[in-house]
């Protein structure tokens, strides 16, 4: 999968790209992330990506013409008076507080493409005719205020790049982790069995494969029941699971 980013901090990005699994991910060709600089498609001797807003007010506004120009000319696409399809095989995604907010569902979405193109809001935000003419998507990544968009676009390559194909070493390990089965993941213990006299529970030393999962799923349920009792709304559950949850209420 290809990851095309413009930003005006290029700098941001290498350090987390070039650690850990997305390291090793672009070592193995599974994922590309290039970062443009949206500098590079000014054409003043000051390199200018910003402006005075109209009609008066703090802070700076992203101009139009830089970024219209290096998303156009990265992905091809024509000039046109009009925004792209939204159904394009290049989504073009605002990171923006005005977004839809960002999930595992989204980051699902998202993994089925070939490219998608990640643009870095800045400064107090975009020209307006940006939103409305060139970017066919929105993303925030929650209710708060950051400086930029670079962090939230490294949120959603991490994201999105762990649900591919032979991204993690484990094949099934982006299924059990938390809000990827709907629910908050269970307790993970490893060695030694006992720390500080807090003993690895016996169940996980069983060997019993159908008891660990049992014990998981209802470990699962009720973190969720007690940290995050809104994501069992939208969450699968067996009969078995709301007989659970049953007694977790009547305790």
């Known amino acids: 999968m290809q990851f095309e980013v413009f930003t005006l901090l290029p700098e941001v990005f290498p350090s987390y790209l070039e650690t850990s699994i997305l390291k090793r991910a672009r070592e193995r060709n599974l994922i590309t992330v290039n970062v443009h600089n949206i500098r590079d498609y000014t054409h003043d001797k000051h390199h ?5 807003p109209y009609g008066g007010g703090g802070g700076m506004v992203m ?3 830089p970024v219209f120009e290096a998303i156009e000319t990265v992905l091809g696409i024509a000039a046109s008076p009009t925004p792209p399809e939204p159904a394009s095989n290049i989504p073009i995604i605002l990171l923006t507080p005005q977004g839809r907010v960002f999930n595992q569902s989204i980051a699902k979405e998202l993994s089925q493409y070939k490219k998608i193109a990640l643009l870095c809001g800045r400064y107090e935000g975009i020209d307006e005719r940006i939103r409305e003419n060139l970017v066919t998507d929105q ?6 205020v950051l400086t930029g968009g670079e962090i939230p676009a490294l949120i959603v390559i991490d994201a999105v790049a762990r649900l591919l194909p032979d ?5 099934t390990g982006a299924e059990d982790d938390s ?3 709907g629910l908050l993941e269970y307790p993970h213990y490893t060695r030694p069995p006992e720390f500080r006299g807090n003993k690895v529970p016996d169940v996980l030393l069983s060997g019993d494969h159908a008891k660990i ?3 998981r799923r209802e470990q699962a349920l009720e973190r969720t029941f007690k940290k995050r009792p809104d994501m069992l709304e939208k969450a699968e ?3 078995e699971d709301l007989k659970f949850i049953e ?5």
Do not use: N
């Open 48 to 52: 200018t990506t910003d402006d005075t």
């Open 63 to 65: 101009k139009p013409e």
């Open 139 to 144: 993303i925030s990544i929650g209710d708060y």
């Open 167 to 171: 991204v993690l070493g484990d094949p």
């Open 179 to 181: 809000h990827a089965m």
């Open 213 to 215: 999962d049992k014990w």
């Open 237 to 239: 559950l067996t009969k």
């Open 247 to 251: 007694k977790l209420r009547t305790k």
